[in-house]
């Protein structure tokens, strides 16, 4: 008795010198410091149908999606005083936010917390991958080339986003927040250098790029666990993958993410440099830390022999989410380390930084119109990995994940202060604009109904449209007139209210089925501290944002506020989608960006003004009005993709057989490529949201089987197909690439699916390949 009660007094006191080790610790880290915010992040699975639905950006109705490259996924982050205001911001590896989608989360959000959270403090952003499934916006003119709404798109992105908002609430804890900025050269260039010409002389000298070369980044550390996350802005398009792309991926900025979040998991701990756990550009995994691992290759050959490919088996749904790799990393209580790479600024920008060349000639593309021998086809911007569009996906993600842990390791200014927003709806078909004269004075001007330029056809660099329309056409072509006309003839008024933009669709004034595009509009700005959000529902150019953003500022200023350390970022995409705000200048060249332009040339001036009224109002308590209501059109979507009727295999073949295995007894080397294909089902049966298509394992010992890779990993791609477009069969190929960093082993490829038979019942499946060396 004597001994057991030694031991729990020994126990006692080893627990209380363990709380006063901690709190010493934590004290000696600066982390315990007098927080004022509860902070909170989490994460959800945003991935959606990966077969049969059109992908949204690059309106190409041949672009359908047949597979995953990497997972999307909604990372929040909540900020909140003890007592007080907070706001939420999400962003979402999607092309852009949806008022459709951001309308159903409210809805859900207040049914579960009551006016916590509604449509003024909670911004949903976009990172404008071109590589996400489509159909989840509301008005017609994009939804077009998706056949209409599809359902399955929206309900992920609904689904993700309030799952993700709740593990940010559920997450709420004592933490501060540090903010850092810093210069990106490589990770981007302008698009359209001559529009940007067409800006004052004057208000081009004072910047020393023509575009934002700045990364805004946010350091989240919770008091307790130290650091829990990172958020950052910094402006450049989702498009390194190109218009021909059918795996489901989030770009560059996902990318980013990816390699960030495995960074810090492996790191554990914020103070490492990027360079000491990347290896070839790309973050190790779980597979890096597994010991167990054995040298001798007659070994691993005997072993992996003893591993041939079993029939393909019936399987539980919850086993994709059991096996993927990424939970068995982190901590039973410990929140998962959560890393946004939001957009900005990016009309203009692109990330295919060594320039825009003719496909045919390899020349130079036109300066002002972006074609090759009058054509726009043939102009197509190039990345740093050309011709590899995954390997320029990777380096424009690696550049922006090694800027931001620069910028998280050595963030030290605090953000302190209120937390605060203003939010407001906004007609921008009938807006009046005070602008000032060029001889002094002022006149009052109106923005436009919605009308689409010639120039939108044309398309971009990093995507070019189709038949004889180019870029910087302010004229417009009789036949293609006639065309519009058919749908909707402008009125004079309109010509006039959009001059010089010759338009190509008066998207506007197009009401059926229903709306074709966005009237009323969003405006909000966040406030945390010194740093203040402005969320816009668009792509403004880097001129147009730095207007907006300087706009703000400047109110900052005269209401006696000093604004040395005032952090102004700009969201893009946000809250709502209305494609692209030029500066008046550039408007005049009707490249695509001016021609994307809806509401006319004033657009610009009158988001300055309604900002700067939000500005006003933030900084001296004041409230705004709510504005008009948008509509909410989810009951009137019509959808004509047609569903999943049925799966099927040939006769004595069994979902999850193998259809293409790996050949006996073979060693594959780092740096080469494993291909297995199994007989499959519709990735539409089940989006295994949370789980995965497809897996690496490691075997452990004789007989156990470790996940390493999943389809969350840039090194692991999941291919879908079907011999043809009726067929009831279908077949999965899943392909990876040995990291470098991969440990010597035996191996098997896994692929989880879900078929529906003829009476709609739907039944999970497993399959694996024969093992095989790595060496």
């Known amino acids: 008795m004597e001994f057991f009660y030694s031991l729990r007094v020994k126990r006692q006191y080893a627990s209380i010198w363990f709380w006063v080790f901690l709190v010493l610790l934590l004290s000696s880290r600066g982390l315990s410091s007098d927080s004022n915010y509860l902070i909170g992040l989490g994460s959800y699975d945003i991935t959606g149908p990966a077969a049969d639905v059109n992908m949204m950006g690059y309106a190409n109705m041949e672009q359908i999606a047949s597979g995953i490259h990497f997972r999307l996924r909604a990372r929040t982050f909540i900020v909140a005083e003890p007592q007080g205001n907070r706001v939420v911001f999400v962003n979402l590896d999607a092309c852009m936010a949806s008022q459709i989608v951001k309308i159903k ?220 790799v990424r939970g068995i990393l982190r901590e039973a209580e410990k929140p998962g380390f959560v890393s946004a790479f939001c957009q900005s600024n990016c009309g203009d920008v692109s990330p295919n930084v060594l320039g825009a060349f003719c496909i045919d000639s390899g020349l130079p593309c036109d300066f002002n119109h972006s074609t090759c021998g009058g054509k726009n086809e043939m102009c197509y911007g190039r990345g740093p990995g050309y011709p590899d569009e995954f390997e320029s996906t990777r380096i424009i993600g690696e550049r922006q994940f090694r800027k931001a ?26 807006l009046e604009v005070t602008i000032p004269k060029q001889n002094g004075g002022s006149e009052t001007v109106k923005t436009c109904p919605a009308a689409m330029g010639f120039a939108f056809a044309a398309g971009t660099t990093d995507g070019p449209g189709a038949f004889d329309f180019t870029q910087g056409d302010d004229k417009g072509n009789p036949f293609w007139r006639l065309v519009r006309d058919l749908l909707k003839k402008p009125d004079k008024e309109q010509i006039n209210c959009q001059y010089p933009k010759p338009i190509l669709l008066d998207t ?40 907006l953003r300087d706009a703000v500022k400047t109110v900052v200023t005269t209401t006696g506020e000093s604004n040395s350390n005032v952090h102004v970022v700009l969201a893009g995409l946000t809250n709502s989608y209305s494609q692209y705000v030029t500066t008046f200048e550039e408007y005049q060249v009707q490249r695509y960006e001016g021609a994307s332009t809806l509401y006319g040339p004033h657009t610009l001036s009158a988001y300055i003004q309604e900002f700067k009224k939000l500005a ?118 899943i392909e990876w690439r040995i990291p470098d960093t991969a440990p010597l082993g035996v191996y098997r490829i896994r692929h989880f699916g879900a078929a529906k038979s003829l009476l709609g019942s739907t039944r999970h499946f497993t399959g694996s390949s024969s093992a095989f060396v790595v060496a």
Request: proline share 5%; with cysteine.
């Open 405 to 430: 842990v620069d910028l998280f390791n050595k963030a030290s200014e605090k953000l302190e202060g209120k937390i605060d927003y203003r939010h407001s709806y906004l007609d921008f078909s009938q």
């Open 508 to 547: 506007g004034e197009m009401k059926q089925p229903y709306d074709w595009a966005p009237s009323i509009l969003p405006i909000q700005i966040l406030q945390v501290g010194q740093l203040v959000i402005l969320s816009v529902p668009g792509e403004f150019t880097t001129m147009a944002g730095r207007r």
């Open 105 to 324: 989360v409210i809805e859900r959000l207040k049914a579960r917390y009551g006016d916590l959270y509604t449509e003024k403090n909670v911004a949903i952003s976009g990172i404008h991958t071109h590589a996400g499934p489509g159909g989840y916006l509301q008005y017609v003119v994009y939804i077009v080339t998706s056949l209409g709404f599809v359902r399955q798109s929206f309900d992920a992105l609904v689904d993700g986003i309030e799952k993700s908002v709740l593990q940010a609430h559920e997450n709420l804890r004592p933490g501060s927040i540090f903010v850092n900025k810093g210069e990106l050269l490589d990770a981007s260039i302008s698009r359209s250098p001559s529009a940007y010409l067409n800006n004052p002389a004057s208000e081009r000298g004072k910047y020393k790029y023509n575009v934002d070369k700045e990364m805004t980044l946010l350091k989240f550390v919770d008091d307790q666990w130290g650091p829990v996350g990172s958020f950052n802005w910094f402006a450049t398009h989702g498009t390194s993958m190109s218009r021909t792309n059918s795996l489901i991926s989030g770009d560059n900025k996902g990318a980013a993410a990816r390699f960030m979040e495995d960074w810090f998991e492996q790191s554990n701990a914020g103070d490492s440099s990027a360079d000491e756990l990347v290896s070839e550009g790309i973050p190790r995994r779980v597979s890096d830390i597994i010991s167990d691992f054995r040298n001798n290759h007659h070994e691993l050959l005997e072993l992996a022999a003893s591993f041939q490919s079993p029939p393909g088996k019936a399987a539980t749904k919850i086993l994709s989410v059991a096996r993927r």
């Open 616 to 733: 006003s109002a933030l900084l001296s308590g004041q409230p705004v009005e709510l504005g008009p209501q948008p509509p909410d059109l989810l009951d009137k979507q019509i959808s004509f993709l047609t569903p999943v009727v049925m799966d099927s295999t040939p006769i004595g073949v069994n979902f999850g057989d193998c259809k293409s295995d790996v050949p006996q007894n073979t060693t594959f080397r780092r740096g080469e490529m494993v291909t297995v294909s199994f007989w499959s089902a519709c990735p539409r049966n089940d989006l295994m949201t949370e789980g995965t298509f497809a897996l690496v394992e490691i075997l452990h010992g004789k007989d156990i089987w470790a996940p390493a890779y999943d389809d969350d990993d840039f090194c692991l791609r999941f291919k879908w197909s079907r011999p043809s477009k009726l067929s009831a069969r279908s077949m999965a190929t």
